[in-house]
């Protein structure tokens, strides 16, 4: 008799589904905020999921991770205080961490049982989440934005999908307080969903960033457990140019997997679908 196979199928619109093999179930619990699993997929390795949605696998993850986190870091001339909100797996918080100029990076997550289930299941991406860098804060990263005016160079914006309390993160108010919550030329990056399932999102995100932040840019990169595959992100900057004015160095002091100076520019050329997206 062949093994029985266990699938997880995320929804992710109502005409599409995709479905993991699993090799077992590690952890399903109902926190106070969501539903969190973690799952040993066949293919793509541990999966965080919430709500039902991929949050990130030990395989892909780091697509998502570094060019969420260099794609600003690089911008930015001298990156120090940095601040995400959300991103309780630790990815992002690993990857801001391998620049040196980095002093202090706060992460803010409002359910400590993403961090702590992420420190025992997903070791690989969580790592950084002790580094003495590191200050945890778990609440309401809203509130805590709005809270702090010019104190971070960075923010990023490592949200889950704009549904539930995640909606807040994608509102122009939340931008406001960003811009507040930046030193003189700070820079604000957030996940912007994918163009081929989201671009009603992408096109508004764009707008309200854009109406905050001089220099909005749409980049690009492919997440393939993400809905959609192809993936957006939108920075809004102050005073850097993720185009113009980078101290890009033909190479660079950190170990990456996807994120390159090549690639930094790459990102930003978008194909004219995505384009007409954001055209005004
Ligand atoms: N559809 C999934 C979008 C999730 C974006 N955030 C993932 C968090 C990983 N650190």
Not at 255 to 280: C, D, G, M, N
Request: net charge negative; glycine share 6%.
């Amino acid at each position: 008799m062949s093994a029985m196979e266990l699938w997880f199928t995320e929804k992710q619109t109502d005409n599409l589904r995709m479905s993991y093999r699993l090799g077992s179930t590690l952890i399903t619990e109902r926190t106070e905020y969501q539903e969190l699993a973690v799952v040993d997929t066949l293919q793509y390795g541990r999966m965080l999921i919430l709500d039902d949605f991929v949050m990130t696998t030990e395989k892909d993850e780091f697509v998502y991770h570094e060019m969420i986190s260099h794609v600003p870091l690089f911008t930015h001339p001298n990156p120090k205080e940095v601040l995400v909100v959300g991103g309780g797996d630790g990815g992002v918080i690993r990857e801001v961490l391998k620049h040196s100029s980095v002093e202090r990076a706060v992460l803010a997550e409002i359910d400590p049982k993403v961090i702590q289930r992420s420190r025992e299941w997903l070791p690989s991406i969580s790592k950084a989440l002790d580094d003495e860098r590191c200050e945890l804060m778990v609440g309401d990263g809203i509130a805590h934005v709005k809270e702090h005016k010019k104190a971070y160079d960075i923010i990023i914006s490592d949200s889950t999908d704009p549904i539930g309390p995640a909606v807040g993160l994608f509102e122009e108010d939340f931008y406001l307080s960003c811009w507040e919550a930046l030193k003189d030329d700070g820079i604000f990056v957030a996940q912007t969903e994918s163009p081929f399932l989201h671009g009603d999102l992408i096109r508004q995100t764009f707008q309200r960033i854009s109406s905050v932040f001089p220099i909005t840019r749409l980049y690009l990169a492919t997440i393939p457990t993400y809905p959609g595959s192809l993936w957006s992100f939108t920075i809004g900057s102050k005073v850097h140019d993720p185009l113009g004015d980078t101290r890009l160095p033909m190479a660079i002091p950190i170990e990456t997997k996807y994120y390159s100076p090549a690639i930094h520019q790459a990102a930003f050329t978008l194909p004219p679908f995505v384009e007409r997206l954001i055209r005004k």
